[in-house]
C-alpha cells in the first residue's frame, strides 16, 4: 500500500501492510455480527489517533471528543507506539524470541512480530486482543504469517488466556517470555485489579521474562515548570470514555510503578515514553508534558 492511499491527516510513516504471507494458526473465528458498532471501541479510536481507517463513525466521533479537549493525544498514540517498537527491538537483540502481545489493537505496520524480525526472524508472537473487529483483521495482518497467533482473549481472565490452545501451541513457559501490555491497563479498574492481573501472568512466566507496559496518566510532567493539571481537558477525555465499551482509569507515576510486580524495573525506571531509552533527539519539556504516556519494562528474576 503507497503512502497516496492513506486516510486524510495520517501521520507520515504510518501505512498498513496486507500480505502476502505464510499461513500460520488459525484465529479465533466468530461471526462480524457480533462487532458493537453501537459504542466507541478504544482500540478503533486508538487507529483513528493513529491515522487508520478501521474505525466506525461511533469511534470517529467519539475520537474527535477527546481531540478537541486534548489535541495531543495523536501526538501521544505515536509516541507510546514507538516506544513499543523500541522496547521490543531491545529485548529481542537481548535475546527474547517469545512475544506475548495483549491489546493489541487494531494492526498497524510495523506491528510486533515484524519489529521483532527485524532482528530474530525466529520471534514467535501471539496477539491478544477482546474486541472482535481487531480479530478480523488479525486473520489478514497478523497471523498470515509463520509463528504468529491471534487469541480473542482478555487481560481480566488471565488462566482463559494462558490456556488457550493457540499460546500454548506458540509459546514454550519453559523458556524466557516478553509480556507486551501497551495501552492496556488503564481500561482495568482499580476494583479488578491491575496488579493482581499482573501477578497471576508473571506466575506462569520463567526467569527472565520481561514485561513492557505503558499507561496513561492525568498528571503533568514533573520536570515541566509550567505543567499543571488540566483538570478541565482530564475530565472531558474520561467523560468521553465513559460511553465507550471500556471507561479509561487514569494513574499517577506512583500508582503505575507498583503494577510491576515481580518485574525489576529496567533503567531508566518509569519515565514518560519518549524518555525510555530513545533512538533520536528528545523532545522538549512542553512535549513531554503534553504525552501522557508513562512506560516502562521489567525483568522478572
Known amino acids: 500500500m503507497s503512502e497516496q492511499d492513506l486516510p486524510p491527516g495520517a501521520p507520515e510513516g504510518t501505512f498498513h ?18 462487532i458493537d458498532t453501537s459504542r ?27 481531540i478537541e479537549v486534548h489535541p ?16 521490543v527491538r531491545d529485548l529481542v537483540a537481548g535475546g527474547i524470541r517469545q512475544i506475548i502481545d495483549i491489546g493489541t489493537g487494531i494492526p498497524t505496520s510495523p506491528n510486533t512480530h515484524e519489529v521483532a524480525r527485524e532482528t530474530a526472524p525466529d520471534t514467535r508472537v501471539v496477539y491478544v486482543d477482546n474486541d472482535p473487529i481487531v480479530a478480523t483483521h488479525a ?4 497471523t498470515n504469517t509463520e509463528r504468529t ?11 482463559a488466556l494462558l490456556d488457550h490452545p493457540t499460546v500454548r501451541e506458540l509459546i514454550d513457559f519453559d523458556r524466557p517470555v516478553a509480556l507486551l501490555l501497551v495501552a492496556v491497563l488503564h481500561f482495568v479498574r482499580d476494583d479488578e485489579d491491575p496488579a493482581g492481573l499482573i501477578a ?20 503533568p510532567y514533573e520536570a515541566y515548570e509550567a505543567g499543571r493539571i488540566n483538570e478541565q481537558a482530564r475530565d472531558g477525555v474520561v467523560n468521553v470514555y465513559k460511553s465507550a465499551t471500556a471507561p479509561l482509569n487514569l494513574r499517577s507515576k506512583t500508582e503505575i510503578t507498583p503494577l510491576f510486580g515481580p518485574f525489576a524495573l529496567l533503567e531508566p525506571g518509569v519515565v514518560r515514553v519518549p524518555l525510555w531509552r530513545p ?23
Open 17 to 34: 501492510e496486507i500480505g502476502p504471507y505464510v499461513q500460520g494458526p488459525e484465529p479465533s473465528g466468530f461471526a462480524a455480527e457480533e
Open 40 to 66: 466507541p471501541h478504544p482500540a478503533r479510536m486508538y487507529d483513528y489517533y493513529l491515522g487508520g481507517w478501521d474505525n466506525y463513525e461511533v469511534d470517529r466521533v467519539a475520537a474527535e471528543r477527546v
Open 72 to 87: 495531543q493525544v495523536r501526538l501521544s498514540a505515536r509516541a507510546n507506539r514507538a516506544f513499543m517498537r523500541r522496547a
Open 139 to 142: 486473520g489478514a495482518r497478523l
Open 149 to 159: 497467533g491471534f487469541v480473542l482473549g482478555d487481560v481480566r481472565d488471565p488462566k
Open 200 to 219: 497471576a501472568l508473571a506466575e506462569a512466566l520463567p526467569a527472565g521474562s520481561h514485561l513492557v507496559l505503558s499507561h496513561a496518566t492525568g498528571e
Open 279 to 301: 533512538d533520536g533527539p528528545v523532545p522538549g519539556a512542553q512535549e513531554l508534558n503534553n504525552t501522557i504516556f508513562y512506560g516502562g519494562v521489567g525483568r522478572k528474576g
